[in-house]
């Protein structure tokens, strides 16, 4: 029993990690009925130069730096799965719905994910949506295609204002001038054992002045009810 839980106890020690994202670190595929699936997810930016990095740093903008996240999810069918996920700055909903177009079980998978994010400093919700495209490689293997939409507050204000980071206390109305519309591009791959698995994306955000390379990585255990203690 001790053995099964802490994959889930270290997904919920990391609910205090960093900042905004884009990034899905999961393929269209729901996680089954029944099944609790935790992940943590790590993202780090690459940028073209160095000068270009200089430049995102001076401007402040989103995604200079690395960051991490926590999630937690449930099957609640056997296309939906809803959960939690959990970042430094903020606590969310993300729910999922599977879509397939398949033959004698191969062919194309679909899911768009929702996602409402309630971001501490700003105290705004901020929705985020998914839409991914999916071929299985193997029985356990995906890979997949997609899109994001985010709509929030800039998170590279949060941490210059936050008091965590000695900036003073936040106020909501410092964000009225400065929510942002951010989306991206994202490829990924996804692979599941027995129990245990590993997601990996390549994601370029759009919206971004200053052009920067997503690469993203989470592992994740599976647990069932039955089998939990």
Known sequence: MVKRLIPLAAALALLTTTACYLGTFQSPRAIGTGKIRTR???????????????????????YKDGFMMAMVTYGAGSRFDIGLNATYHSIGLHGKWWAFMR????????????????????????????LLVGYPTSRIAEIYLGYEMFYGPSCAKIVRLSTVFGGGE????????????????????????????????????????????????????????????
Request: aromatic content about 18%; glycine content about 8%; overall charge negative.
């Open 40 to 62: 943590v997810c790590y993202n780090l930016p690459a940028y073209w130069s160095k000068d270009e990095r200089t430049k995102a740093e001076n401007a402040q903008q989103d």
């Open 103 to 130: 033959k004698h079980n191969r062919g194309i998978d679909a899911a768009p994910i929702l996602w409402l994010n309630y971001f501490f400093g700003a105290k705004k919700i901020a929705p985020k949506l998914s």
């Open 170 to 229: 936040l106020d909501w109305r410092d964000f009225e001038d400065e929510n942002v519309f951010q989306d991206s591009i994202l490829l990924g791959f996804d692979v599941n054992w027995e129990r245990f698995g590993l997601t990996a994306e390549i994601g370029y955000p759009l919206y971004n002045k200053y052009p920067v390379i997503l690469f993203g990585i989470a592992v994740h255990g599976d647990f069932g009810f039955p089998g939990l203690f």
